[in-house]
């Protein structure tokens, strides 16, 4: 039977579990892969440190330049998820012919072109499927399995720790510190917990998506990103008020035309939506295809376990590619797509909450300012139970332009009457 | 550009959505692909027939005998649907070296091994994403994506006809005659609904997801079928009461020792459980894999347009296997499971609604009978409104075998206090 070497770079979390798993499903791998996967090397940081699975230690070494010069290693596994060494190492590998797996998504997001072009230049397929999504296979589906699609939409739930806090203010009421503090003790937030909170890393995913489905590499700067700090217990009650819960969403949309959108924030989605009932540190993501119609994959979007899930799907692949090589490496550029809205062009529907004096003519001054935008309201209500000089008024507004309902909190925050910045965060009703 | 020659035999629903969809999408196609997928002859009963696409003339015959002659096809898809001339189709065509491409569930479920010893034996693909679950990509999750794990169970709502039916009977309190004449005005039933409603269908697709998940053909006769014909309005509402609903599921299962259950029936399931909430003519499969753990894939199970994307899908990965010949046929056997157990051994909960005369002592009866046979009670209950000489009595039963049910069943059913044959709906609690 034949055997191919496998070089795994970083032994975190995920590496380990790769190991792990490699090793205790080995019999079943081999039955159905024709073949044998062994890790021949691995490169650490830390020799020394336990990572919860036996390693022999003649694998460990800490220069991951190693990987390239290792004529038995035919397969590189990049799981260190830094910016320049891990480039360097997955274009090194590519150079050397090595076939690359890789779960990095930031490096994917900004680096994916210069990846790809090197890997098709030298014939070299690159996998990613851990880098979106966990064990959801995703990027297969997109890829192999919706290929005779036009993409419409993806919506995604895609990072679970701003999920489970979410999750989390809306069943317990908490405040969005408090849920934060409890995703840390859970240990699903990381100490710094910016990028999961702060829409960065699902920006870098809705990027590798949107890049997969539309035929180019998306540039970070035409994605809109917005992140939950802001939420409150108040916006998500009064959200429920009005039928829906609110979600951190990739939303990735393309028109007839060929234009895209891409944009990562803070939604309010119908409590009655499928990815409405998608809780705790669960993604998942509604995939529309022209001839699929609706789909929705779902899952665990990140741990150990599922992570490694999708980076031994990706050995397999390799170990595929590597029997009988295959044109396609993993991302084919066209030019069936190409440009992507600016989100001042972006028509959403949204959700307002203002701070108010409470005195009557106060909803129409704030009505006129919309209506002068020519700006329609779909619903005004506010909430009952407050007291005190300044009261809540939520407002749900039709479609409008994001340009437009920036003028138009612009005007209705120098309103007299209008005591705080007003918040607004946008509303997805799946028409 | 290379061009891959199709031949297509069968030019109902679902190929003239094949025809349709590659004609309308071949720009993408080629671009993704790197080649073009041609249509080079279509077998069809009958020329005539208005199918509300335009194909020319020329392409059609009625002799699918053609599609195996004609040197221009490489790629055979059958679509008619049939069982002794689709067999002869495909393995003449597997003869011949040329590929398959089959939606033919009832035909793959009886005749899987022998289609596979052949395409192993002459090398050549066989791909059957279209024969389960319409456009969800699920034989590819199985297949490929969690090809690294043991799949510990899936269960599935692998009949949207079925589906339909239970929901509008759970909306509207409408009987299973009524819901089942509202799906075929819908055109969501044959005018023969037999096979949706017998759960005959779903068994096909069940034996197919489970020889995948498992290495081995599953034979059809170790598979318990059960269809919805015989559930009520009551079933549907004392269910709900308890906290379930009823669904058509199929469900497969292995234990650590290589032993698996293979089955078909009404299940309860907590309304909370994802699969609670698939409605109408949807279909979606819950995976539970060994490392990926809890996933879900959810989208149309039927219809011209979902089960196209999925035929292209196979296309595209055929061409791509013309292109670089694979040694992995579609199927690979092996030894690492293999007994499927009967009925009578599988373990499950269980829903009983009895008819009985409405007087003190009965309860203490049937629960003599259960409590004789070690079977445990966990909730009892009689429905509110009912008058006569007889009333409804709902009991949710304890883990017991199928065997310990079926005894209990005909001890009870003999009771003179039980007026009519005990109804018994399984359980599904996911623990």
Chains 1, 2 share one sequence.
């Not at 691995?42 to 330049?65: C, F, H, K, N, Y």
């Not at 890393?201 to 802001?230: M, N, Q, T």
């Not at 949309?253 to 009655?272: M, S």
Request: include cysteine; proline fraction near 4%; aromatic fraction near 6%.
């Amino acid at each position: 039977m034949q055997t191919f070497g496998i070089g795994l770079a970083g032994m975190g979390n995920v590496g380990a579990g790769v190991f792990k798993h490699l090793t205790l499903n080995r019999a079943l791998l081999r039955e159905r892969l024709g073949c044998e996967l062994e890790v021949k090397k691995i490169a650490v940081r830390d020799m020394a440190r336990d990572r919860g699975v036996s390693v022999p230690a003649g694998l460990l070494t800490t220069r991951w330049e190693e990987l390239l010069d290792d004529p038995a290693i035919q397969i590189v596994v990049e799981l260190m998820g830094q910016k320049d060494e891990s480039l360097r190492l997955i274009l090194g590998a590519i150079e050397r012919g090595k076939m690359v797996v890789t779960g990095n998504k930031a490096l994917l997001a900004e680096h994916g072109q210069e990846i790809f072009e090197a890997a098709t230049k030298h014939k070299v397929p690159v996998f990613f499927e851990a880098a979106v999504a966990g064990g959801i296979p995703i990027i297969k589906a997109i890829r192999e399995a919706f290929v005779g699609n036009h993409i419409r939409s993806i919506h995604g739930i895609i990072n679970g720790t701003s999920n489970y806090i979410l999750t989390r203010m809306s069943e317990s009421g908490l405040g969005f510190a408090e849920a934060l503090a409890e995703a840390q003790a859970a240990g699903y937030a990381e100490a710094d917990p910016a990028l999961d909170v702060n829409g960065g890393d699902a920006a870098h995913k809705a990027i590798i998506l949107a890049s997969l489905a539309y035929g180019f590499w998306v540039p970070a700067e035409k994605v809109f990103v917005e992140g939950i700090e802001r939420i409150t217990s108040s916006d998500i009650s009064f959200a429920r008020k009005l039928g829906y819960v609110i979600k951190l969403l990739g939303i990735i949309k393309a028109d007839a035309g060929g234009e895209i959108e891409v944009r990562v924030h803070p939604t309010l989605i119908p409590e009655k939506h499928v990815l409405a009932s998608v809780n705790g540190v669960f993604n998942a993501l509604a995939v529309h295809g022209d001839i699929v119609g609706d789909t929705l994959f779902y899952g665990r979007g990140a741990g150990q376990d599922p992570t490694s899930s999708s980076v031994i799907a990706d050995l397999a692949e390799a170990a595929a590619a590597l029997q009988s090589p295959r044109s396609n490496c993993g991302f084919i550029p066209h030019g069936l797509y190409g440009t992507c809205q600016p989100i001042d062009q972006i028509v959403s529907e949204y959700y307002l909450r203002l701070t108010v004096e409470d005195r009557p003519g106060v909803i129409a001054q704030i009505a006129g300012v919309l209506g002068a935008l020519n700006i329609g309201i779909s619903s005004i209500f506010q909430p009952e139970g407050e007291e005190g000089e300044t009261v809540s008024l939520v407002l749900v507004i039709h479609k409008a332009s994001n340009a437009q309902m920036a003028s138009a909190l612009e005007q209705i925050g120098a309103l007299p009457c209008v005591k705080k910045a007003p918040r607004m965060i946008r509303v997805e009703n799946f028409a």
